[in-house]
């Protein structure tokens, strides 16, 4: 296989942690936590941070 295209994602580890670039972000967990405990907060939660159409 040929890699044909790279695609850069800014944070692409977030929330969790890239050592030496970014820490964790223990707050933004804690909410995943607290929403994904039911299947509408989970639902609530994918709206919110997947199915953002935000530009690259």
Sequence with gaps: ???ENIAVAEKGAWPLPLPE???LDAAHLAEYV????TEDGF???V?????DR???
């Design 1 to 3: 296989f040929y890699i």
């Design 21 to 23: 670039h970014y820490a």
């Design 34 to 37: 607290s929403l994904a405990a």
């Design 43 to 45: 639902a609530k939660y």
């Design 47 to 51: 709206d919110k941070y997947v199915h």
């Design 54 to 56: 935000r530009a690259a």
